[in-house]
């Protein structure tokens, strides 16, 4: 299989989103497409399926759009359902409808063999068999029971009606009905938003092992690194192809940024250097053909565009408590939640400064905490009282605003009446609010402009404590990268719920981990947690145990460990760490050879042999060296 685009571009109006496409899907390809929110990528996903959208670009290359084998193509917003009425199950049966057929075709030969044994009858029960087999029979039903489990759907839902979901669960379930239909192309559009931590990671270790092609929009930069082998970043409507994951997309990007920026710094000071000596000889009659040879040279050289600065516009804050709180901030004592029944009881200590992430599945009780500490929701029983002088701020995933009517400009300015009208436009303009966009009205607003408008109105009120539920949920990449350091820098005590395990693994230093009805408080950072959480989950050794016993029992050890989330998370860490540091090492290098090569074109140096010779082995020798690197890191990354 092979979709490709050639030279093509989107446009809207007098607009152009993507000047110059070129894109390439092969078959088994994890691509990811990656850039600002508002650059383009939804818009491109459905350019992929709907061809009509696309032009010709400026490029010099035709136009071309090329499909071979006519690919099936799989996309959440084409899923609905025309009958909801009908059960989970049965909406995810029908994916299997040719398997029941023949499942059905069986039972009937099975049947017959019990009372004839004929030749022809027991060959079609055996390519019944052999069908069955090879389409996947065997494995189909353990594929969806685990795909619904691990989408926190319980048993007992897989009996009830479309209907009777949330708009969330339909969501989730038209995903996980894409997931499984398996089409040659799967284009996902932030896929991980909404999921929790084990959903995510269960759809990690599927798109990996996906046996077709997969194309993701996402910021989720963990998620990205465990999945993707390539990347298109979408900046200024162009669009350009890195190899590897994010993280190796990040150092080629900066690699060839800083080589583009050199050589067009280099080829700048050559201009200026020939061009001076042209203009000095040009009217002397001796030297005026050396002179026009400097000017030739010019003419004939390619020149290197100097590169565009990477689009680093993101929203920033200068802001720090306005009270300091007491020491101890929040002491919860068997504190249950819930709204008509109880869903959990929480006890936990929190002291001034301290990061608190909680963590765990979908409907555990996360949110539901962070809004009875908020007092949106009254407790069932129990505990909970906040320190001396704390002042909160809630930032609430729903987003909710109570006048949609409002422009930004007018929500502001109703929150702090005492502001003055320049005072709003740099607040809001330190968010990304400027120009016109300030008298954009609420119900028209992203969910991204949502985020940083109910952002800019927590921070302004300085509060010690914040309670944030999912701050991250539609921020891209350099939006998250503020926020966290925002947070870093934060002196105030920090209690948030994400599913996003780079933002956890930044900021938290303790968890509050919700796991199957139980709440456990850790005084670790998420590093630690996960170390915690490997050493605990393996196999207790008994006391009387044969050396065969003590060996089994050590296999079965390392069998749990090798198939235990949190060991391949640190392993895998591991492993990164490791070819980080090769990456740099064979970084310095190469710089180090681009030393010897400017050594080698001094006047000096060029004359004498000798030298030249060594700083050349010295060349071969470092090369060698890299190449053994290379080979290094190479078998790293097999290993990853």
């Known amino acids: 299989m092979n979709y490709r685009i050639t030279n093509g571009s989107i446009s809207y109006g007098a607009e152009t989103i993507l000047e110059e496409i070129n894109f390439e899907i092969k078959e088994k390809d994890k691509i990811a497409i990656i850039g600002r929110n508002g650059a383009g990528k939804t818009t491109f996903l459905n350019a992929i399926i709907d061809n009509e959208i696309l032009e010709e670009g400026i490029g010099e290359e035709k136009f071309h759009v090329y499909k071979q084998g006519n690919p099936v193509i799989g996309y959440l917003k084409q899923m609905n359902f025309e009958n909801s009425n009908k059960t989970m199950l049965e909406e995810i049966l029908e994916l299997y409808a040719p398997l029941l057929k023949l499942e059905e075709k069986i039972k009937e030969k099975e049947k017959v063999l019990q009372d004839q044994t004929d030749e022809k009858t027991i060959k079609e029960y055996t390519n019944a068999l052999e069908q069955y087999e090879i389409q996947g029979g065997y494995l189909y039903k353990k594929e969806y029971e685990t795909a619904i489990k691990k989408f926190g759907f319980k048993e007992e839902d897989k009996q009830k009606k479309i209907g009777e979901f949330s708009g969330g669960q339909r969501t989730k379930i038209a995903f996980l009905k894409l997931l499984l239909s398996k089409p040659d192309i799967l284009l996902l559009d932030e896929p991980t938003n909404h999921l929790d931590i084990t959903a995510i990671e269960w759809l990690e270790n599927y798109l990996k092992n996906y046996p077709k092609a997969v194309v993701i929009v996402s910021h989720d930069r963990m998620f990205l690194d465990k999945i993707v082998n390539k990347v298109y970043e979408i900046e200024y409507a162009s669009m350009v192809e ?40 040009r009217y002397k009659p001796t030297k005026a053909k050396m002179a026009l040879s400097k000017l030739k040279k010019i003419e004939q050289m390619t020149i290197i565009e100097k590169p565009e600065e990477y689009d680093l516009k993101t929203f920033y804050a200068n802001f720090d408590v306005k009270t300091q709180s007491g020491k101890l901030v929040l002491k919860v004592d068997k504190l249950q939640i819930g709204y008509d029944k109880p869903i ?19 409907g555990t009780g996360k949110s539901t905490l962070l809004k009875t500490l908020n007092g949106d929701i009254p407790k069932i029983n129990g505990e909970f009282e906040f320190g001396y002088h704390v002042q909160t701020g809630y ?76 701050p991250t949920n539609h921020m891209d990449i350099l939006g998250k990268e503020s926020l966290e350091n925002i947070l870093k820098d934060y002196t105030g005590t920090l209690i948030f719920v994400s599913h996003d395990r780079y933002f956890v693994n930044k900021l938290a230093d303790c968890i509050l981990e919700f796991d199957n009805g139980n709440v456990n408080f850790y005084d670790k950072n998420y590093q630690e947690f996960l170390e915690y959480k490997e050493q605990k989950d393996t196999i207790e050794e008994p006391k009387d145990a044969t050396i ?11 069998k749990k460990k090798e198939n235990n989330p949190y060991f391949i998370e640190k392993e895998k860490n591991r492993i990164q760490n490791k070819m980080n540091k090769i990456e740099k090492e064979i970084e310095e290098k190469e710089k180090k050879i681009q030393e010897i090569e400017n050594e080698m074109t001094k006047e000096e140096i060029c004359s004498d042999y000798i030298k030249l010779n060594e700083l050349q082995e010295e060349i071969q020798k470092i090369n060698h060296e890299i190449e053994e690197k290379m080979q290094e890191w190479e ?4 290993e990853l």
Request: proline share 1%.
């Open 548 to 558: 065969e016993g003590v060996e089994n029992i050590q296999s079965a050890k390392d």
């Open 242 to 281: 890195y190899k590897g994951n994010y993280t190796d997309f990040e150092r080629q990007k900066r690699e060839r940024y800083e080589k583009q920026l050199k050589d067009y710094e280099y080829q700048q000071a050559e201009i200026k250097r020939l061009q001076a000596i042209a203009d000095r000889f």
């Open 344 to 362: 959990a009881e929480v006890s936990f200590e929190l002291y001034k400064g301290q990061k608190l992430a909680i963590i765990g599945e979908n």
């Open 635 to 638: 078998n790293l990354n097999n």
């Open 395 to 470: 930032f609430d995933q729903q987003m909710e605003f109570s006048n949609l009517e409002n422009t930004v400009f007018e929500e502001m300015a109703e929150t702090f009446p005492e502001l003055t009208t320049t005072q709003i436009r740099t607040l809001l303009g330190a968010f990304l609010f400027t120009g016109e966009d300030v008298f954009k009205k609420i119900n028209v607003l992203s969910g991204g402009e949502r985020g940083r408008l109910q952002l800019c109105k927590i921070l302004k009120c300085e509060p010690n404590v914040l309670l944030l539920d999912e």
